[in-house]
């Protein structure tokens, strides 16, 4: 067996042996978006430290667990990502994207990633919600890279439409329901974990990212190469260097994550409960 996929059965194991619950929608909060647990029914919670051989979040406003539960008034049965692992934590790419697979094998249709972000594209401000509408990854290593595991999927999967059309749909109508201005852009990961360069800034506005981060990309790649649908909601956290006067730092990130906290939720919610019409579910 592929050590990668072996790997990933023990985690699956080991989470089953403390949960049965069968998510529909995985949810991955990025940082200072991890509150938005609080709002499920839960179900159950399972540390990543339980989990043997599971990757550990490191980074500042990163919980580090899942949560089963029910959202909204639909009961959607949802699994959160309360933080993420990412590349510049010094992990294998393999063992970044091993928690969106992981979900994957535990039931998830749907994935819905968030994030916090560098606005890049001109009128953009701290606070906003960006809808992904496509990405930009080719900055760091593919997590598809090494011996295909054709249990998840084929060697050379399709990335046109990384992003669901419809899922998309879905989320700007939930926008205007809940009366939230929503952006719309591509969103490029850098490896991190310093912030970009203006010149670097410059180089990705000119490739046609409108918001950049540390996280994502490599995520919706391995989803997508298991047939998962995704969509993604960037919280724009501050201005990229070179556009924003001020240095950047993390508690600036943290806070905007926080600021915009209720609104996010509000979203969220109405988004995964239009998730459960999209799949079906009555």
């Known amino acids: 067996m592929n050590p990668v996929y072996e790997k990933l059965k023990h985690c699956l194991e080991a989470v089953r042996e403390k949960t049965d619950f069968v998510p529909k929608v995985g949810l991955v909060l990025g940082s200072g978006l991890g509150d938005y647990a609080k709002n ?51 992990y294998d790419m393999t063992d970044v994207v091993l928690p969106v697979r992981l979900m994957g094998l535990l039931g998830i249709k749907i994935l819905f990633l968030t994030n916090a ?19 930009i990854s080719f900055f760091v290593p593919s997590p598809l890279r090494g011996e295909n595991i054709p249990e998840l999927g084929p060697r050379f999967p399709d990335m046109s439409q990384i992003y669901d059309p419809s899922l998309q749909e879905c989320i700007k109508a939930c926008a205007v329901k809940q009366g ?7 969103y490029a990961q850098t490896q991190g974990p310093n912030y970009e360069s203006p010149e670097e800034i410059h180089l ?68 995964l409960q239009s998730f459960h019409t999209e799949l079906g579910q009555n």
Not at 241 to 258: D, H, W
């Open 40 to 90: 499920l029914e839960v179900a159950a919670e399972v540390d990543y430290a339980d989990i043997p051989d599971f990757p550990t979040s490191t980074a500042p406003g990163h919980a580090g667990k899942f949560v089963f539960g029910y959202a909204g008034a639909a009961r959607v049965p949802v699994v959160c990502m309360q933080g993420r692992v990412h590349y510049y934590e010094g």
């Open 117 to 135: 972000s560098g606005g890049i594209r001109q009128g953009f401000s701290a606070g906003d919600l960006m809808l992904l509408t496509g990405q």
């Open 180 to 186: 939230i201005s929503l952006k719309q852009g591509v």
């Open 204 to 271: 990705l506005r000119t490739l046609g990212a409108d918001a950049v981060g540390m996280s994502t990309a490599c995520e919706a790649i391995a989803a997508r190469h298991m047939g998962i649908r995704i969509c993604g909601i960037s919280c724009i956290s501050n201005l990229a260097a070179g556009i924003s006067p001020q240095p950047l730092s993390e508690e600036e990130v943290l806070a905007a994550g926080r600021a915009v906290s209720e609104k996010f939720s509000r979203l969220v919610t109405e988004c």
